[in-house]
């Protein structure tokens, strides 16, 4: 759905059914189709007037990850939309180009929700794609990737039911699912090609590369382009998490994507197929078929993508200590308390602003985390970082960011430039949906 002339779009939540698997139809959730949402296509700079209706019989809301706008349009817990309501906020865009999302974030549905397909991508578009020399034709050469697990019963049907450790190392299905398909495969020109890669999964991390060592080359983040190609041989994709990859398919050979299994904590990471397991062989997240009869646009890489790597000066940046916390003991998992998950000691409050931060000024936020890897997610800002484990950020995190996964501990640099109140605040969190769910997150006022 292209916006950016018109400035405006619909979102339509919506009940729906499909066959994933050839045999019984999964009851499912979308916005204007009965899974997922419809990729949006915005302007970069645009007073953007989203009209969101609530046709489901639960509350929900739409939450727009990436973008830098004012919490009172942020659509957190704070911005439900009740069964049979509209929402309709003017999302004041300005911001570069860039790859970004939307979701529910309804507080402690989050998860379910969004496994029931309440998800969509939205890129935004400054028009010059043609002029840096990067693949441009939406669903040819410019494809976007939105990846997800999902379980299955023996029905067929698309299946939540939570265990125990579900709940503890989040979700993590059996089946691989791009852009709400089983089994599906991508057709490209005999060129180069872009992958826009959302990892929409309640909390499997992947590790990206391709079956031939082919390597992939970043030119995208969270927030933005960079401003040259990075070549790497793999990439890890965190839950909430966005990357622009350029992929050479010039030899004309049939080649997969493919990941590592999850290891997100050792011993007890879940393994992609076959239950849960500390490690395993890749499986198959997509393979490619080339096109010999579409005449590939870009056949070169780019040198230079007019896109930045964030420089900011960290002296003087007002410091805070962020540590994501889980009860892992027994008695806690057996008494099914509501803190298992919390932030620096507090399990999330509605009623409780953890802090407050001044419009303006660089905020400092060094994020630990022990026992686990989490995604970590700050709403309203795109930050810079700095470091992780005390080492400079490896280099597929030198690019602004909106998400981090912190393995052990990171340090990022960040300034908020649009206002939240303390009635709607920004949000912090792990982007482990369940995580999310059960406590892991606080909130924020910038003023």
């Not at 041989?233 to 010039?250: H, I, K, S």
């Not at 005449?295 to 420089?311: F, H, K, Q, Y």
Request: with cysteine; proline share 6%; aromatic share 6%.
């Amino acid at each position: 759905m292209d916006a950016t002339k018109s400035g405006a779009f619909a979102l339509n939540a919506q009940h729906g059914r499909v066959n994933f698997l050839g045999q019984s139809e999964s009851q499912t959730w979308g916005f204007n189709q009965p899974f997922l949402g419809p990729t949006l296509r915005v302007a970069t700079s645009a007073e953007a007037r989203a009209d969101v209706t609530n046709r489901l019989d639960e509350q929900i809301s739409v939450h727009w990850h990436g973008l830098v706008i004012p919490g009172d349009v942020d659509g957190g817990p704070h911005q439900t939309i009740a069964p049979g309501e509209n929402w309709s906020p003017v999302l004041p865009i300005d911001q570069p180009a860039a790859t970004v999302w939307y979701h529910t974030h309804t507080h402690g549905e989050t998860a379910r929700q969004v496994y029931n397909g309440l998800a969509g991508v939205l890129q935004l578009s400054d028009g010059l794609d043609d002029d840096r020399g990067l693949p441009s034709t939406y669903g040819v050469d410019d494809l976007t990737l939105v990846l997800q697990d999902r379980r299955f019963d023996q029905r067929g049907r698309m299946d939540y039911n939570l265990s125990m450790p579900d709940r503890m190392m989040g979700f993590m299905g059996d089946t691989m699912l791009v852009n709400g398909q089983v089994g599906a495969t991508a057709v490209v020109p005999k060129g180069i090609v872009r992958l826009r890669l959302l990892n929409g999964s309640n909390a499997r991390i992947y590790t990206l590369m391709m079956s031939d060592d082919r390597p992939l080359q970043l030119v995208g983040t969270d927030t933005g382009l960079l401003d040259r190609p990075i070549t790497l041989q793999d990439l890890t994709l965190a839950p909430g998490e966005r990357y622009e990859l350029l992929v050479d398919f010039g030899d004309g050979g049939s080649v997969s994507l493919l990941s590592g299994q999850n290891t997100n904590m050792g011993m007890m990471g879940g393994g992609m197929m076959g239950g849960r397991q500390p490690s395993g062989p890749p499986f198959e997240v997509l393979p490619f078929e080339v096109d010999p009869t579409v005449v590939a646009r870009i056949t070169t890489l780019p040198d230079d993508l007019g896109g930045s790597r964030p420089d900011m000066d960290p002296v003087g940046a007002h410091k805070r200590n962020v540590t994501l916390d889980m009860a892992m003991g027994p008695g806690m998992m057996m008494r099914g308390k509501g803190n298992r998950f919390s932030i620096s000691g507090q399990a999330f409050d509605m009623s409780r602003i953890d802090m407050s931060v001044a419009r303006g000024e660089m905020e400092r936020w060094t994020i630990s985390a022990d026992m686990m890897m989490h995604p970590f997610h700050v709403h309203g800002v795109a930050f810079q970082v700095l470091s992780e484990n005390g080492r400079p950020p490896k280099a597929q995190n030198t690019g602004w960011k909106d998400t981090i996964l912190i393995n052990g501990q990171a340090d990022i640099l960040m300034k908020f430039d649009r206002p939240a109140s303390e009635s709607l605040p920004y949000m912090f969190h792990c982007h482990i949906l369940e995580h999310e769910d059960g406590g892991m997150m606080g909130q924020f006022a910038v003023i």
